[in-house]
């Protein structure tokens, strides 16, 4: 069975400020891909990035960096110099070889001006 | 269209009423996912299509539940004589992959809310 777990519920900062969004998650399979969704207010989930179990290098875009380990099984989203904009929902979540994906339950981030 | 579409983006059903939320693809995309999304909690997996088969209904939650997809394109999910507790939004997403491996990522649509009173 697969499982996401994101401990953080809610998160609020203040603009500028860089902010860390932990997934940690759990499977069987060898083989998975691990992804993050940004669910803003208007409520459609749009998709940030993509791993893959084999695939160790830490990603950066722009202000978003990902940091993959998987001796750890996380999977962290970090947020650098954060602003408004960036208030939404955050979802990891996992692909397996069962062909769906499982997601967590999100954290809310809240960011203030 | 570009992306996935919902209808309806809203419904309201009376306990016992049975209701039929359409999910119209990206063109193209051979899988598709319904998901159902409670208040406050991730998108709990429903079903998947691989074209017009489905693949995997082991998240329905009862025999209430119905998927289909006829001609591999759009999709209706059907819940009969709802209850309450299937009150949640219903997301559909897209992707162009097909196998046994998800790897490409999931296109969304807006959701219909189901609220059953």
């Known amino acids: 069975a697969q499982k996401v777990t994101q401990a953080q519920t809610e998160i609020s900062v203040v603009e500028k400020e860089d902010v860390t969004l932990d997934c940690v998650y759990e499977?069987?399979?060898?083989?998975?891909?691990l992804f993050w969704y940004k669910q803003p207010p208007s409520g459609e989930l749009v998709f940030l990035i993509r791993?893959?179990?084999?695939?160790?290098q830490n990603e950066i875009s722009g202000r978003y960096s990902w940091n993959f380990q998987k001796s750890t099984s996380s999977f962290n989203f970090t947020i650098t110099a954060s602003q408004v904009v960036d208030s939404a929902v955050y979802f990891c979540a996992l692909s397996g070889y069962a062909g769906k994906s499982t997601f967590g339950d999100g954290t809310t981030l809240t960011v203030k001006p | 269209g570009a992306g996935v579409s919902q209808s309806p983006r809203y419904k309201v059903a009376k306990r016992g009423q049975d209701v039929a939320l359409r999910c119209d693809p990206i063109?193209?995309?051979?899988?598709l996912f319904w998901y159902q999304q409670a208040l406050g909690q991730g998108p709990e997996f429903l079903t998947y299509f691989q074209n017009e088969a489905q693949l995997d209904k082991s998240g329905l939650p009862s025999d209430r539940f119905f998927a289909e997809r006829p001609e591999g394109s759009v999709s209706t999910l059907k819940i009969q004589r709802t209850q309450q507790e299937d009150s949640a939004v219903y997301l559909c997403a897209s992707s162009l992959e097909h196998g046994s491996y998800l790897n490409s990522p999931l296109h969304f649509g807006n959701g219909t809310r189901l609220t059953v009173t």
């Open positions: 791993r893959n179990s084999f695939d160790e």
């Open positions: 063109s193209g995309h051979v899988s």
């Open positions: 499977t069987r399979d060898t083989t998975y891909y």
